[in-house]
């Protein structure tokens, strides 16, 4: 049996939207953790927001400031050309990882790709050049060690292709299997190996982000314009749409797993964090319901804590 949510929610009406969040995840058949966070007012609401998640691509946005740090330090140069052969590149549907013959990118390039569209083969490049291991390390000397970074994007697909072969469909089935029974075959869906973090950490990456109070002022201003660059709208950019406001996030999914992260500003000056990370019950590649009911959850949860 799973166990109530945890609820977070400063006062009655914003524990009242948590609740109401949660209730709809579940008659959906999802499980996860959520939190919205008023960067001015400090207000916040949410359920089980200290759960550690596998992150999946969610876990290119620490990556990008830790690159972005080394870049404002001096340490690596934004124009360093890269050459990316796909032929030992990483696997994904978008960005450099879908082209078929090889091509040179500068790093900051990388970072565009990365963020933008969310390219492995651009992420994989970049732990190249800044190991997962000096990645972790800095995100530890930063205070963000409840996110942890402990492999490459590429890892993902290779522990699922151990599982299954090239049977995508049947390394669906085993992280479903997985998730009823609580075990985890395909190593990068258990949070103790994955690149892993809560929905609390991530928003209190976002909030120290978007207020300069972690790595230099360059890093962070870039990181919020490289997030601003995202081109999915499918899940919590979707009810955040509108003239007067700026939605930058960064979406995650393998398997099961469908998540977002990032910040909504109004032209009134609300500024809101939101981590949205879930896991769906079903045997479904897609799942527009699930990304739909992440968009809601956003805009109930922006509307509730705007001052």
Request: glycine residues 8%; charged residues 25%; aromatic residues 4%.
């Amino acid at each position: 049996m799973r166990a109530a949510p945890v609820y977070v929610g400063d006062g009655g009406a914003l524990l009242a939207v948590a609740e109401a969040i949660a209730t709809d995840w579940a008659a959906l058949g999802v499980r996860g953790s959520f939190l919205a966070r008023n960067l001015d007012t400090g207000d916040q609401l949410g359920f089980d927001a200290d759960e550690l998640m596998p992150l999946a691509s969610v876990a290119k946005v620490p990556l990008a400031l830790v690159v972005l740090d080394r870049i404002a330090a001096g340490d690596l140069d934004p124009a360093r050309p890269v050459t990316i052969d796909p032929a030992s590149s990483s696997v994904g549907p978008t960005g450099l990882a879908a082209f078929r013959y090889p091509a040179t990118v500068a790093v900051g390039d990388l970072l565009v790709q990365m963020l933008s569209v969310s390219d492995n083969a651009a992420a994989d490049s970049l732990l190249d050049l800044v190991p997962v291991a000096d990645v972790d390390a800095r995100l530890r000397a930063w205070g963000c060690g409840e996110i942890r970074m402990r492999h490459r994007m590429n890892h993902m697909y290779e522990c699922a292709a151990g599982a299954a072969g090239n049977d995508f469909s049947l390394a669906l089935e085993l992280a479903l299997r997985d998730e009823r029974a609580d075990r985890h075959t395909i190593e990068t869906l258990d949070p103790a190996y994955a690149n892993a973090g809560s929905a609390a950490a991530l928003v209190e990456l976002l909030r120290r982000v978007w207020c300069d109070e972690v790595a230099v002022p360059a890093a962070t201003a870039e990181l919020r314009r490289l997030m601003g660059l995202q081109v999915f709208t499918h899940r919590l950019a979707s009810e955040l749409r509108a003239d007067s406001l700026r939605w930058s996030g960064k979406t995650g999914s393998f398997l099961h797993v469908r998540h977002e992260i990032g910040v909504v500003e109004a032209e009134s000056g609300d500024r809101v964090a939101i981590a949205a990370l879930t896991r769906a019950d079903r045997c479904a590649g897609l799942a527009p319901d699930v990304d739909l009911a992440i968009g809601v959850a956003g805009r109930e949860a922006f509307e509730a804590l705007r001052t």
